[in-house]
């Protein structure tokens, strides 16, 4: 018995056969959370209001697939650098045909025709629009407006969906359904007023680094970051990109959160003036717009696009500016709202055949309003793109340990498990294995800013290359710290940091300063991006997914990466972790020191652990 269509005409046809046709039939729960706190069901949703609605079927060969990923990521591996192309990969990733009919099937038998559905080119997606009345029925289930209290932005959504049972096995995930994340800027949180910045001390020209450009930074530096500054500070003084002709760079926006031309014009001028006649590409991906006026300049996007662009011209770039989250409005039957800007923009990205090699996002939500079954799979299209070459670097978030309440001291943490537990709140995207998670510091000589996202995943289990990492970390730690509050064989955040406070910006024509691990994402995308230019004109192949070569440079090359010692991470009424010799989950391995990591990029890991 293949389906409940088929089982229906037999019930009708022949009596006998109906217990079990309809047992075969019947519906089996595939999901059901507990709806993250702040969320309140307010009513049921229209039903004829319209859900795009995402299938995604089982990825036959997903274990291959990361297992190509870690070989051609490995430094150490004959393989690494031979990425797979976009056409090996979908190979890969292709479900079996049997999921593919048994769900075109299935939608058949709710009046839902093959030329309704759009797919990816793998085939591992399906996305359809549809009434949430025939959703309902589809996934015997019931939709709700809801509302989070403290934004006032509403969701259509469900604590719970079913499908046929002789579906499950074939049907991953299907999304909008019980996803409540509320993907976040991560820079908005940290603006100061000018009166707040600490006074500057101009006494001494410089501050002595030993790790940094000739061995000094600007002592404006210390409380005012402008691109001069990361320079000297990251040791990439007078690099000047040689492959323009290959290489690319990428920040993602959300959030209706503008790139100003005239903003990055002013910040050129001022602060990259080689730079102070450059722009960069947009690209609008589901109705996403770029306003040019300059009263709707975003200060994540300003931010993202200001230190990612002005520290790598001449590299080519571009501003992704997805749309789709403008805030539901209950009454009004916006057809098109899926609150998952995320999702379209991964179909969109998944799409391109040469994507840029390193691509920026400061964006994210607490791990735990994701389902984990959608991180999984989320996280397993970032996969993807790193095998393909592409290193994806995620600010790991701006609450220290603890959850999105920015004041440490009412940080409550509590988990979304029914228990109502308090527990220190990762955040996703970042926690997700194959993406590189950033952390932040601040001031000179660098410390970890107390802001900075780190902690252990409760969904993804601590990776192979953080088997040396993690636990010569935790075995530091006093027995029994922090008991019941992490997850201590979860993946670990972040992997590095960088500078994330005071950086110097134009927004809306004026010059204001920002923070947050939102800023040192773009940092750290930047130094990735002239790595990427000094291994392209050097005839070998982008860096793409970086975690296993930041671990084996933080085992054996560590002065490739400055260690940060000083500082914690408080959150949910705790100090958090501290900062350490070698890795720690407030500031990863630390910070970079480009020349030295452009010896290690261009040469190979068996000659820098020979030198060192
Ligand atoms: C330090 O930076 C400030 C601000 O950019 C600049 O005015 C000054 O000339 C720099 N000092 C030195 C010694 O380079
Ligand atoms: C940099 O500023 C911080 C915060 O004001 C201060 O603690 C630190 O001593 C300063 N560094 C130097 C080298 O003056
Ligand atoms: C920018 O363009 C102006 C006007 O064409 C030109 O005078 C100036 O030299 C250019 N600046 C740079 C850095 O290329
Ligand atoms: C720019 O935005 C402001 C504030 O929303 C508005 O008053 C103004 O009319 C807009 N200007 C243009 C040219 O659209
Ligand atoms: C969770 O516990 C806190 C403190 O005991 C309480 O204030 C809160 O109402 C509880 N929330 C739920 C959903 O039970
Ligand atoms: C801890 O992480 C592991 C590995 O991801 C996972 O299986 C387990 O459920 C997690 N435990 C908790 C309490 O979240
Ligand atoms: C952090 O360091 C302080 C000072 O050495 C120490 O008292 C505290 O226990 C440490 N915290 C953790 C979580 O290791
Ligand atoms: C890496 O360096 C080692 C030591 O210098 C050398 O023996 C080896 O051939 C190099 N490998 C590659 C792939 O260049």
Not at 406 to 419: V, W
């Amino acid at each position: 018995m293949r389906t409940c269509f088929l089982a229906l005409i037999l019930t009708v046809t022949s009596v006998a056969a109906a217990p079990s046709s309809v047992r075969e039939c019947q519906h089996k729960v595939k999901e059901t959370i507990n709806p993250p706190r702040g969320w309140t069901k307010v009513k049921p949703a229209p039903a004829d209001h319209t859900i795009e609605l995402r299938i995604g079927l089982p990825q036959s060969n997903f274990a291959l697939l990361e297992q190509d990923l870690y070989q051609v990521s490995d430094p150490f591996h004959e393989r690494y650098g031979a990425h797979l192309s976009k056409e090996e990969v979908d190979a890969l990733i292709a479900p079996q045909a049997e999921s593919v009919d048994l769900v075109d099937e299935w939608l058949a038998s709710h009046g839902i025709a093959t030329e309704q559905l759009s797919r990816s080119s793998a085939r591992d997606w399906i996305k359809i629009k549809v009434p949430v009345s025939l959703v309902e029925d589809m996934l015997k289930t019931e939709y709700h407006v809801w509302v989070h209290e403290e934004s006032g932005e509403a969701m259509v959504r469900t604590t719970s969906y079913s499908l046929p049972e002789y579906l499950l096995d074939h049907v991953d995930v299907i999304q909008p359904t019980t996803m409540f994340a509320r993907f976040k800027g991560q820079a908005t949180s940290y603006w100061f007023a000018e009166g707040e910045r600490p006074v500057v001390d101009l006494s001494q020209p410089y501050i002595p680094i030993p790790s940094a450009y000739n061995g000094e930074v600007n002592a404006s530096c210390n409380g005012s970051i402008t691109p001069t500054c990361l320079k000297e500070l990251y040791n990439a003084v007078g690099y000047v990109p040689q492959a323009a002709d290959k290489n690319h760079i990428a920040c993602t926006g959300y959030l209706d959160q503008y790139a100003d031309f005239e903003d990055f014009k002013l910040f050129n001028e001022a602060l990259v003036p080689e730079a102070a006649n450059s722009t960069f590409e947009v690209i609008y991906i589901n109705g996403g717009e770029n306003s040019q006026n300059l009263s709707d300049a975003g200060i994540e996007a300003d931010l993202d696009t200001q230190y990612a662009f002005g520290l790598t011209y001449p590299t080519p770039r571009t501003f992704y500016t997805t749309g789709g989250s403008p805030p539901y409005i209950p009454d009004d039957h916006t057809p098109e709202n899926s609150n998952e800007p995320y999702a379209n923009w991964l179909e969109y990205i998944m799409n391109v055949e040469n994507p840029p090699q390193t691509i920026s996002t400061s964006y994210g939500d607490d791990e735990q309003t994701v389902p984990e079954s959608y991180a999984k799979r989320v996280c397993a299209e970032l996969a993807q793109l790193g095998a393909r070459g592409v290193s994806l670097i995620f600010s790991s978030g701006d609450y220290g340990v603890g959850d999105g309440d920015p004041n440490p001291a009412t940080q409550q943490c509590y988990t979304n498990n029914g228990l109502n537990e308090t527990r220190f709140i990762p955040e996703f995207p970042a926690t997700c294995p194959y993406v590189t998670a950033v952390g932040a510091t601040w001031y000179l000589p660098e410390r970890a800013y107390y802001i900075s996202g780190g902690g252990f995943s409760n969904y993804f289990a601590r990776p192979w290359w953080q088997n040396y990492a993690v636990p010569t970390y935790l075995d530091k730690l006093a027995p029994g710290t922090y008991a019941g509050l992490y997850n201590a064989s979860g993946r670990a955040i972040p992997d590095v940091s960088a500078q994330g406070q005071w950086f110097k910006i134009f927004v809306g024509g004026e010059e204001i300063y920002i923070g947050g691990t939102s800023a040192a994402a773009p940092t750290t995308a930047a130094m990735v991006s002239l790595l990427n230019d000094a291994r392209l004109a050097n005839g070998l192949s982008p860096l793409g997914y970086l975690n296993p070569f930041i671990y084996a440079i933080g085992q054996y090359a560590p002065k490739a990466l400055n260690d940060i010692t000083v500082g914690n991470n408080p959150g949910c009424g705790t100090e958090g972790f501290n900062a350490t010799v070698g890795w720690d989950p407030v500031t990863g391995y630390g910070t970079p020191n480009f020349y030295n990591l452009k010896d290690v990029a261009l040469g190979n890991l068996t000659a820098i652990r020979e030198l060192l």
